[in-house]
């Protein structure tokens, strides 16, 4: 599978619009098309779904390491695979799109804010392709969409202004309809807020296709070859032996990796439900609450009859792991944004509160103090957290891991544990193992 890395110069400038356009561009012109996204997102993939039809892979080094970062890209459904970057080209402490773009030797196309620029545009774009930074292998930036830029003479002197080693490769209009509202955990989801559809027709017809087609091409052949591995455990072949896993999945906790579905049901039986539609925990060996939005949703969990459920599951030893949204959801109180508090499942004890600002916003490693859900004793694992709560845990918690890098629940502790019950902050990928530990840990 081709692919092809939309980088941006910072974080603001248009990726994901670029991104959507460009996976509509190559639609249009007869491709089978897969968006991925380098970094830990959960909001941008939502809309690379929306547009293709198709999951979108996340591709972090940090996460998965760069065989499964690998793996994970080969097991896209594509004839070309558009890559959207995280923040700027170079920019992340741990991984970065430009990390990405050399695990897979894939080429780089710049998107560049001309909305008020020209023949600067050029010189931003020359700068980034011949800046080396700290990635250990040269990068091949090949080409450049010019957001926000209007036609004529405007387009026209970008065009003319680029060296010959960067392909003009098009542009998106400055146009109403192309801009997604946001919020505080970043853009709304991509069934929340669509881009209208006639409008990224339009500015996909902007770009390039045929530039795009050219410059992409297929990565490196460690990609092809490590992902024949299987990157986990062996699956159960009886079935009639698989753990029922019931998982949350709507408005409020729907921030899951496509891997981690993808693994979760080569091991399990999932048992989708949606405690903020009021649905009540179904039969289950095991409990897996992701993050989300449960602040949004306090009052439809606070009256759901699926909190309660949990609670007398985990008292009663039934395993149930909760990530972020999750751990918010299985603590005494959440205190939403306007200070309204609500009773959630008080497995946890813990009270969470909505603060103005983020509270956490990075790649995170951490240790297991003793055998836990998700990892044995000294092992460790790898995530991200980026959330906008604070857990005040009571005096007497017990935590699952210290934190070695990162920020914890309690400064250096993560992983607040009761029952075999564990809620984190900490975002993991399937390729980490802690899923593959957790359904270890669970008998049917």
């Known amino acids: 599978m081709r692919g092809v890395v939309l980088a941006g110069t910072a974080s603001g400038v248009g990726k994901t619009v670029a991104a959507l356009a460009t996976l509509r561009a190559f639609e249009t012109a007869g491709r089978t098309v897969q968006p991925a996204k380098a970094g830990p997102d959960f909001i941008d993939p939502s809309h690379h779904a929306r547009v293709t039809g198709r999951p979108s892979r996340t591709l972090d080094p940090w996460l998965q390491g760069e065989d499964g970062l690998r793996r994970n890209y080969a097991r896209g459904d594509g004839d070309v695979c558009v890559v959207e970057g995280m923040m700027g080209l170079y920019d992340g402490s741990a991984a970065s799109t430009a990390g990405v773009a050399a695990a897979l030797d894939l080429p780089v196309v710049l998107v560049v804010d001309a909305s008020a620029g020209m023949e600067s545009v050029a010189a931003t774009a020359l700068g980034f392709a011949t800046y080396a930074g700290r990635t250990p292998h040269e990068l091949d930036v090949a080409g ?37 509202p946001d919020r505080h955990l970043g853009l709304q989801m991509g069934e929340e807020a669509p881009l209208d559809e006639a409008t990224l027709g339009d500015a996909a017809e902007t770009l390039r296709t045929d530039r795009l087609l050219d410059i992409a091409r297929e990565p490196t052949a460690g990609a092809t070859e490590s992902s024949a591995e299987t990157g986990g455990r062996e699956a159960r072949d009886d079935h009639d032996d698989r753990p029922r896993i019931a998982v949350a999945d709507d408005e409020a906790f729907r921030f899951v990796y496509p891997a981690t579905r993808e693994r979760l049901r ?30 949004l949703h306090a009052e439809a969990l606070e009256d759901g009859p699926a909190l309660g459920s949990i609670a007398a599951a985990a008292a009663e030893g039934t395993p149930v792991l909760g990530e972020c949204g999750g751990l918010m959801a299985l603590a005494e109180t959440l205190t939403t944004a306007d200070g309204d508090a609500y009773e959630m499942a008080g497995v946890l004890p813990a009270s969470v509160e909505r603060r103005d600002r983020y509270q956490a916003l990075d790649h ?6 003793r055998d836990a859900l998700t990892a044995g004793t000294g092992e460790r694992l790898r995530g991200h957290e980026f959330h906008y709560s604070a857990a005040d845990a ?15 629940i309690d400064g ?25 530990a957790f359904l270890d840990g669970i008998r049917p």
């Open 144 to 180: 450049v969409i010019a957001q926000r830029a209007h036609g004529g003479r405007h387009e026209s002197g970008i065009r003319e202004a680029l060296p010959d080693s960067l392909d003009y490769c098009g542009r998106i209009p400055p146009r109403e309809g192309l801009e997604i």
């Open 266 to 295: 080569e091991r399990a039986t999932v048992v989708p439900f949606a405690p903020a539609a009021g649905d009540d925990l179904p039969p289950c060996d095991g409990v897996y609450l992701p993050g989300g939005y449960p602040e």
């Open 364 to 369: 995170v490693e951490l240790r297991a103090r």
């Open 394 to 408: 009571a005096s007497d918690a017990r935590f699952a891991f210290d934190v070695e890098r990162g920020t914890g």
């Open 412 to 436: 250096d502790r993560e992983g607040l544990t009761e029952h075999r019950t564990l809620g984190t902050y900490c975002h993991v990928h399937a390729e980490s193992g802690a899923f593959d």
